[in-house]
């Protein structure tokens, strides 16, 4: 039974096709610079890598290009065999827990809720009509990045301003890379073997957040109302004293959209290391002893320690630490970093296992004498969305 997996932004459209529920991977690609000049698409298919510059006027025309080429390679011999596609929807809100089928009242919702994600919402939206165009006949399901994280408690997910921001504008503590972290901590728990258990999944990437996640639920989360809370990244500040922005505003002269947008896109170890927001290229000043690259992998590690510990204590314990995405499953120095700063828990790295770890490889780096074993776990948010999807349809 044929699945996509779905993931558009606004001028881009990635996808893996699967066959479920054997979870083998069919195809995948992605199309670039939609809606833009120079556009153009590239797939993936028996280890061979394809590119083809094409008009992508918009999401719809992707699509088609998309459809046209899993006939063209004998993906599928009709369009009906494509039973369903998954679509990843950044925000959720309070209202949805786990993944749905999308119907109108779902597409309304995921209007709304653009107010609170301006930048994710409205393009997850266009792949999604662009695909119920394009194959009326496939069930198209919504799999939410803040679901995950709906089993929060209340005083855990809110803030301590007045309650009628949270009742009238929604203001709390919503928490993003869900599919990630569902992945992840219940990758762990099949490695471990344990149903219930405490794990900490640490997903770290140019966007990064930390989870503690208790018997297969979420109990807590780095980021917040919006993506940018939590540990310092790649360009996000992560936490700061809410008193800088009106200061610097009066200090500058910018307007809160010019400050939002530092504080976003400009700032985490980009401000810091004013290198990059790759830690790759940090790293590699860091080997000439460059002093502001040295500070941003300061910041960025003790931030990660800082939540680490904190959900130590708030689990009463852990089972597995994880290290995902980019920067968790490639930087060795980063692991090691921070499982040092950890040692007065009794958690022990192995450096041999550490260092040979990396590039989609999956193990434990701890020593067996570690009390707490910690494991890098590469994601995979699209079977994690193929997953979810293949549930409405089996």
């Known amino acids: 039974m044929k699945v996509l997996s779905v993931n ?9 096709a699967y066959e479920m529920p054997e979870e083998k991977v069919l195809v995948s690609g992605v199309f670039e610079r939609i809606g833009l000049e120079n556009s153009f698409y590239t797939i993936k298919i028996n280890g061979e890598k394809i590119k083809n510059e094409v008009n992508l006027k918009n999401h719809e025309v992707a699509v088609k290009h998309l459809i046209q080429e899993l006939l063209t390679n004998n993906i599928i011999e009709k369009l009906d065999e494509i039973k369903a596609v998954g679509h990843r929807i950044v925000h959720g809100g309070s209202k949805y827990s786990s993944s749905v089928v999308i119907n109108d009242e779902v597409i309304k ?36 990045d803040t679901a995950f994280h709906q089993t929060i408690e209340e005083d855990r997910y809110l803030y301590a301003v007045p309650n009628e921001w949270f009742e009238k504008y929604g203001v709390r ?175 022990k790295i192995d450096n041999e296992k550490n260092d040979e770890i990396r590039f989609g490889k999956e193990g434990i780096i701890t020593r067996e004498d570690s009390s707490v074993p910690c494991y890098v776990i590469p994601t995979d948010e699209e079977v994690m969305i193929a997953r979810d999807t293949y549930e409405f349809i089996k």
């Open 173 to 347: 503590k919503y928490g993003f890379h869900g599919m990630s972290h569902k992945y992840v901590s219940s990758k762990a728990s099949e490695i471990i073997d344990q149903k219930y258990c405490n794990i900490i999944v640490c997903h770290l990437g140019n966007g990064g957040s930390i989870s503690a996640v208790r018997d297969g639920h979420c109990i807590d989360t780095t980021m917040g109302f919006t993506p940018n809370a939590g540990i310092v990244m790649g360009s996000r500040s992560g936490d700061i004293d809410y008193s800088i922005i009106p200061y610097i505003m009066k200090k500058t002269g910018m307007t809160i959209e010019e400050v939002d947008n530092i504080l976003n896109k400009k700032s985490g170890m980009l401000g810091i290391s004013e290198i990059s927001s790759d830690l790759r290229d940090i790293e590699e000043k860091i080997l000439i002893k460059d002093k502001k690259a040295i500070m941003a992998h300061y910041l960025f590690v003790n931030s990660v320690v800082s939540y680490v510990a904190k959900y130590y204590v708030e689990l009463g314990g852990v089972d597995a630490i994880c290290f995902t995405a980019g920067v968790g499953e490639n930087s060795p120095h980063v692991r090691n970093m921070v499982i040092k700063r950890l040692a007065c828990l009794g958690i």
């Open 8 to 16: 558009a932004g606004s001028s881009s459209l990635k996808f893996q």
């Open 109 to 144: 919702d995921i209007e709304k809720l653009s107010a609170l994600a301006p930048l994710h919402n409205p393009a997850n939206l266009m792949g999604i009509k662009a695909f119920m165009s394009s194959i009326p006949s496939a069930i198209q399901v919504g799999c939410f």
